[in-house]
T-cell receptor, first 114, second 113 residues
């Protein structure tokens, strides 16, 4: 089992639905990340939070809205998604941000958009 | 030219063989190098983390970095069927920014019993 927990494991939603993905870590890490991974592709960075503040948004469409309510929790709110948004959404954390900080990943939420 | 090149495979070897997985990169600023293992329908699991050139060993795994050639390797000794997975190399530079990792495409490894 990983130390980064993501829920739900699977999510199927229509293009007009609103849903949220949740990520929790209790390792005391102060940096948290959202990645998107398509089949047979590497993870692509979406957002970076450092000390609960958004520090990087990699030009992600506004239909994805991240939130970091506290140092242990990271949410990704979804609204009006497109079929091409179907993918594995991975959360990761590290002690702090920085190039020398290895990141630890959860098992992801597999999202399907109908 | 992409920043990180990794042969996607699949790479199929018999059980007990030594496996060599490799990545090349073009950005000379990369200083920190990681190998992740990803099983089907799971998230990437950190296997090895190294800084700059040299070797690092952990059990059956050895990570090797050659910065002069911009080439990193992961060796797996006494390979087991449970090692069958996709192996992703990842790296980051020393720019001090908050960027995420730059990944290779991943190599799909199959260990035949």
């Amino acid at each position: 089992d990983t130390e980064v927990t993501q829920t739900p494991k699977h999510l199927v939603m229509g293009m007009t639905n609103k849903k949220s993905l949740k990520c929790e870590q209790h390792m005391g890490h102060r940096a948290m990340y959202w990645y998107k991974q398509k089949a047979k592709k590497p993870p692509e960075l979406m957002f970076v939070y450092s000390y609960e503040k958004l520090s990087i948004n990699e030009s992600v469409p506004s239909r994805f809205s991240p939130e970091c309510p506290n140092s242990s929790l990271l949410n990704l709110h979804l609204h009006a998604l497109q079929p091409e948004d179907s993918a594995l959404y991975l959360c990761a954390s590290s002690q702090v941000t920085g190039p020398n900080q290895p990141q630890h990943f959860g098992d992801g939420t597999r999202l399907s958009i109908l | 030219q992409k920043e990180v090149e990794q042969d996607p495979g699949p790479l199929s070897v018999p059980e007990g063989a030594i496996v060599s997985l490799n990545c090349t990169y073009s950005n000379s600023a990369f200083q920190y190098f990681m190998w992740y293992r990803q099983y089907s329908r799971k998230g990437p699991e950190l296997l090895m983390y190294t800084y700059s050139s040299g070797n690092k060993e952990d059990g059956r795994f050895t990570a090797q970095v050659d910065k002069s050639s911009k080439y990193i390797s992961l060796f797996i000794r006494d390979s087991q069927p449970s090692d069958s997975a996709t192996y992703l190399c990842a790296m980051s530079d020393s720019g001090g920014g908050a960027d995420g990792l730059t990944f290779g495409k991943g190599t799909h490894l199959i260990i035949q019993p």
